[in-house]
Structures are given as C-alpha cells and as structure tokens.
C-alpha cells in the first residue's frame, strides 16, 4: 500500500510551500481577514496540539520531533502491511504521515512550527493550525470512519 504515498508528498508539498509563503510574505501575529470568522494569522507554535507545553522552554522541541519521527516510522511500517482492499485506512495513515512530517520539518529547522490558519467566533478563537494539522485531523476522522466500516465491502466474511 506505499503507493499511497502519493498522498503523504502531496500534503506535505502543500503544507511546506503554504507556509514558506505566509512566512516570506507575512510578519509574525499580523493576522488578514478572509471570511466572516476565519483569518490567516501568522504565529509561531513551540508546542504540540493546541500549544501544549509552548512554554516549556524548549527541549519540547525534540520530544516532539522524536515522537514525530517515531510516528513516522511506525505509519510507514503498517502501510506496508496493509490488505489491498484497505484503501481508507492508507488513505488515512498517508495524510496522518504527511502532516507529521511537515511539522517535523518546521520543528528540525526552526524550532517551532509555523501556523496560520485561524478560525474564530465573537472573540474566542480556535487555536491556529497549518495545513499539516488538518492533513492529520482528515486521517484521523478517516481511521475513525473506516473502524466504522467506511470502505468495507457489504460481502459476507469481510
């Protein structure tokens, strides 16, 4: 099933080239409306998911990426062993593997990891993500889906 590895290069592509492009192009908390309740917001995040120990003082920074890179390693192990007729399940593991090597590789180069994406109500905003984080979140509701049967075919002993 490493064919779907098409998928994992194609969210990192998107998310790398999204973010060297609010980087080069945007200054760090400057935030531009787009929608009724979403901005592009430019923040750094030194944490996990939700800013989780962002303030720790930094050796945060390779806790994360060991975990990332452990978690990549292990992704890439069960795709290959993964049934033809699991195609949701790839499709899943290979966005979850795309998005965790983006933010590894803000994490190995800068320190922290670039986010931007910003989605708000009134005055409470939902904590700003990349494109990587969404690669991440879509795999994850897609392994829920399929352990509901998404992609299950209907045929008695399956």
């Known amino acids: 099933m490493l064919k779907w590895l098409w998928l994992s290069l194609l969210a990192l592509v998107l998310d790398q080239a999204s973010k060297l492009l609010i980087d080069g192009t945007m200054q760090l908390y400057q935030s531009i409306p787009l ?3 979403f901005n592009l917001t430019y923040v750094h995040n030194t944490g996990a998911a939700f800013s989780f120990l962002s303030t720790a ?4 920074r390779w806790l994360f990426a060991g975990l990332a890179l452990v978690i990549s390693i ?3 192990v069960w795709l290959t062993r993964l049934q033809k007729h699991e195609t949701v399940l790839a ?3 290979s966005l979850i593997l795309g998005g965790a090597v983006g933010n590894l590789i803000d994490r190995l180069i800068y320190g922290y990891v670039i986010d931007f994406l910003d989605v708000y ?3 409470w905003h939902w904590p700003a993500f990349n494109i990587a984080d969404a690669a991440i979140t879509l795999g994850v509701i897609l392994m829920l889906a399929e352990s509901f049967g998404l992609g299950r075919s209907k045929t008695a002993g399956e």
């Open 35 to 37: 929608l009724p309740s």
């Open 91 to 93: 499709a899943a593991l």
């Open 74 to 76: 292990g992704i890439t």
């Open 57 to 60: 003082g930094g050796w945060q």
């Open 121 to 123: 109500y009134g005055t």
